[in-house]
């Protein structure tokens, strides 16, 4: 049987043995968009976590677009076996392959996983893999991370990430962020401003001292 992607594609509506093999089949092609199309269904297939293997093979496959069809699935499935591999594709030197490893290793995320991703966020030479790190820190900041990231994201050259920098404070921040948060309510960009002015008020809230009722009697 000659494979084409729309014969790859017709076992999504299959659960059986044969759509399984063809599956199998396909993952072994020559041609790598026939390969990258196996990943894709398998990722998708009622039964596809059976043919998990490929899935690992698959990242480490010579063609980028395979790999970058793995990581789809990795991060679809939240299969947080594949932890291991995934944590090596952020160093690729492919930078789309580094984008979406990246945004794969946000749900499957370990604590271990913020100070490599914070490196990429500081130092990658790609704006866009730099600003998937950031998302994806933002996304799985823990109390142990977030004032190395705070402190990062209060300071950068987007708005969007010192807009940020407040959600942190007001989610993480004690009064001794205060000061920082009164800096960027005379930022430049309104949207900050008014992140931060939120912020402050969230801090306020949380440390107003608790004032005790008392009963009279009259």
Aim: net charge neutral; aromatic share 6%.
């Amino acid at each position: 049987m000659s494979l084409t992607h729309e014969s790859i594609c017709a076992p999504l509506t299959r659960d059986d043995t044969e759509s399984l093999t063809l599956l199998r089949d396909a993952a072994a092609s020559a041609d790598q968009f026939i390969r990258r199309t196996a990943v894709e269904v398998i990722g998708r297939h009622v039964s596809g976590r059976n043919l998990s293997d490929l899935i690992l093979c698959a990242l480490a496959d010579r063609s980028e677009y395979v790999v970058r069809a793995g990581c789809q699935v990795i991060e679809d499935w939240k299969w947080d076996a594949a932890h291991g591999a995934i944590s090596n594709l952020i160093k690729s030197p492919s930078g789309s392959t580094r984008q979406v490893s990246i945004r794969t290793l946000g749900a499957i995320w370990r604590q271990s996983d913020f100070q490599p991703v914070f490196q990429i966020y500081k130092t990658d030479a790609e704006t866009e893999v730099r600003r998937e790190a950031a998302w994806t820190l933002r996304n799985n900041v823990s109390g142990a991370d977030w004032r190395r990231l705070f402190d990062a994201f209060r300071t950068d050259a987007l708005p969007r990430h010192r807009r940020w920098a407040c959600d942190l404070a007001s989610a993480f921040g004690q009064p001794d962020v205060v000061r920082f948060l009164k800096a960027l309510c005379t930022d430049r960009d309104g949207h900050v401003r008014k992140a931060a002015a939120k912020a402050m008020a969230a801090l306020d809230a949380h440390t107003l001292p608790v004032v005790e009722t008392v009963d009279v009697d009259v």
